[in-house]
């Protein structure tokens, strides 16, 4: 994804000499490119976080549009009031973008999980917060920031993410895209989550159990029409996400069923306090298996979910 | 701007400032009176801006730093006439424009809003850099507490801007010793402060930031090297201009009464 990124940022840097690409000292034999090909709006700030946003913010004030670069937490945890303050409060048309996104970095452990991140950035005022789901979206994603005045925060995976999407779809920031459709349940996933839900849904319909399944790389604003609509024609949403449980797709997902009589929502995400009690190493796959987050998890969950919640199901077909 | 006499200015800087803080029963006068001469110079001498084209692209930008002492940029943005003066009745008060920190919202000439310490430095790192590598002709000043200094992100900017090169930046630092909880040498020592900037690579000058020659003087030559940023080390007074307030902790905190504004404003009449 990250190589999809710059490519795409470079694409865009040519024909618009306001983009600027700033780095935390990361993304070493990724943003080389760039730096080479643009050296007068490419600027490593050093390991320095909070400097590198308020740079940030003052270039996007005197008209630029800023890229930040750095892994998982440290451009948007490690410097957050300076997002807040500098980047949010003045609207300044800074883009966030974080590389290892979820469980990403795997093996390297806790410090470098971005389990909190969507919480964290939705609570930002006017900042839209993006997660693709495979390298198709992450292009089209970062076009879409770029046009997009205002603060963005864009959550890559790391290389080598499979292409979800056969075909490039209509992307627009705010909205769903539809993966396959499904009658009996929709599984909502955003970021790396996208594959194993379309997988378990692959699964699933072997099974004559016909799940939709959207891909919501924007994770706000939602769309709230995609998701009211999955409730009211599918009954059960699940939502996917490698993220903590608190303030994510899910409570995204759940905040605005809640205004529609209350659809079951059922949440796959990381139980980051149940990964940290089991100390356990181990690569993003192994990880997100162990939160339950693989293809076979979730079919099973569904099946429990659907036995478990018949008589909802009929109700909130006649809600929303 | 036309230029204009700058004692007036700092008068009517520090008259303004009590009153707001008297009517709006608010906080953090001693700083404000601290950096009235240094804004007075600042606005009535030294910025290239106009307050009838508050986003002129080649203005000289201004960022306080040290967005708690807000009521004295207000006083002097609405006395150089970038905002009708009425606004500064509203300082901290219902449905008012003027929040007790900076604001940059609508308010013309503001140009971050600031509040939180260690903000203004970075911010005005990213200014700078845009008018260097755009080859544009203004300079940032950025106005920071000496207690500000504490936050790492300051040196953290403190770093970046000699390395860019950002001869186009002036930090100047009110340096008046007193910080939220006590003396700066008690709390959490700064000095040697000058030699600290010295060492990360910046142009310094030690003033007294109440003289306003000095204060021109320096502000009047920057860069003072050429490639290198400048910081002014401007030492102050907090409470400046007020016989009661000065050097006093309490004056962060408190506010005027009706008789104490009386007194602070006619020392600040019988002043030379």
């Known amino acids: 994804m990250r190589t999809a990124f710059v490519e795409t940022l470079v694409r865009l840097a040519r024909r618009d000499e306001r983009i600027w690409l700033l780095t935390g000292d990361l993304g070493y034999s990724v943003l080389e490119g760039f730096a080479r090909e643009f050296p007068g709006r490419f600027v490593n700030a050093g390991v320095a976080e909070q400097n590198l946003t308020g740079v940030a ?30 980047v949010c409060h003045h609207r300044a048309n800074v883009k966030v973008v974080a590389v290892g996104g979820g469980l990403a970095y795997g093996s390297q452990g806790y410090t470098h999980f971005g389990v909190e991140d969507l919480a964290v950035m939705r609570a930002m005022p006017y900042m839209t917060v993006v997660a693709p789901g495979d390298p198709i979206e992450a292009r089209l994603a970062t076009e ?10 864009l959550r890559l995976g790391k290389a080598g993410e499979p292409v979800v999407h056969r075909t490039t779809p209509a992307f627009r920031l705010g909205k769903a895209i539809g993966l396959r459709d499904g009658t009996d349940a929709t599984l909502i996933a955003t970021g790396a989550a996208l594959k194993p839900a379309a997988d378990a849904a692959e699964l699933l319909d072997r099974q004559g159990v016909f799940v939709r399944v959207l891909s919501m790389p924007t994770v706000k604003p939602l769309d709230e029409a995609a998701v009211c609509a999955a409730a ?5 949403v699940g939502v996917v996400e490698e993220h903590g449980p608190i303030g994510g797709l899910a409570d995204a997902v759940a905040r605005c069923l809640a205004g529609h009589d209350g659809a079951p929502v059922c949440s796959f995400c990381v139980d980051t306090e149940a990964l940290l009690a089991r100390g356990e190493v181990g690569s993003q796959a192994y990880l997100a298996t162990q939160s ?23 109700r909130v077909k006649n809600a929303c | 701007m036309s230029r204009r006499e700058s004692a007036g200015l700092a008068r009517a800087v520090r008259r303004y400032a009590l009153g707001m803080v008297h009517r709006a029963n608010a906080s953090h006068i001693g700083s404000s009176l601290s950096i009235a001469d240094v804004l007075a110079v600042l606005y009535g001498e030294v910025l290239r801006v106009d307050p009838a084209r508050p986003d002129w692209p080649d203005r000289d930008r201004f960022v306080l730093s040290k967005g708690h002492a807000a009521a004295a940029l207000y006083a002097v943005l609405a006395e150089c006439g970038f905002f009708p003066k009425p606004w500064l009745d509203t300082y901290c008060r219902d449905g008012g424009r003027l929040p007790g920190h900076a604001t940059s919202h609508g308010i013309p000439g503001v140009e971050v809003s ?31 507490g000496d207690g500000e200094c504490d936050e790492g992100s300051v040196w953290e900017a403190a770093l970046f801007a000699p390395h860019h090169r950002l001869d186009n930046l002036v ?12 003396p700066i040498r008690e709390v959490l020592d700064l000095e040697p402060l000058a030699d600290k900037w010295r060492a990360f690579g910046w142009a310094v000058r030690e003033i007294d930031g109440h003289d306003h020659r000095e204060i021109a003087d320096v502000l009047g030559q920057v860069p003072l090297e050429p490639g290198k940023p400048t910081a002014v080390i401007a030492r102050t007074v907090k409470g400046k201009g007020v016989s009661f307030m000065e050097h006093q902790l309490a004056w962060h905190y408190r506010a005027p009464d009706a008789a104490q504004l009386a007194q602070a404003l006619a020392e600040l009449e019988a002043a030379p």
Do not use: W
């Open chain 1, 57 to 86: 913010a003052g270039l996007a004030l005197s008209g630029k549009i800023v890229f930040t670069y750095s892994i998982a937490n440290f451009p948007t945890l490690r410097c957050l009031e300076h997002l807040r303050n500098d």
């Open chain 2, 171 to 182: 930090v100047i630092v009110d340096a008046n010793g007193i910080q939220s909880f006590g």
């Open chain 1, 144 to 153: 879409a920031i770029a046009q997009t005045d205002g603060p963005c925060y």
């Open chain 2, 114 to 144: 600031t509040g939180s310490l260690g903000h203004g430095l970075p911010v005005a790192c990213g200014m700078a850099l845009a008018g260097l590598r755009d080859r544009r002709p203004y300079r940032v000043f950025v106005l920071l």
């Open chain 1, 232 to 236: 009211r024609e599918t009954g059960l």
């Open chain 1, 292 to 314: 339950g987050l693989s293809p076979e998890a979730i079919r099973d969950r569904v099946l429990e979910e659907l036995a478990a919640h018949a008589p909802a199901r009929r």
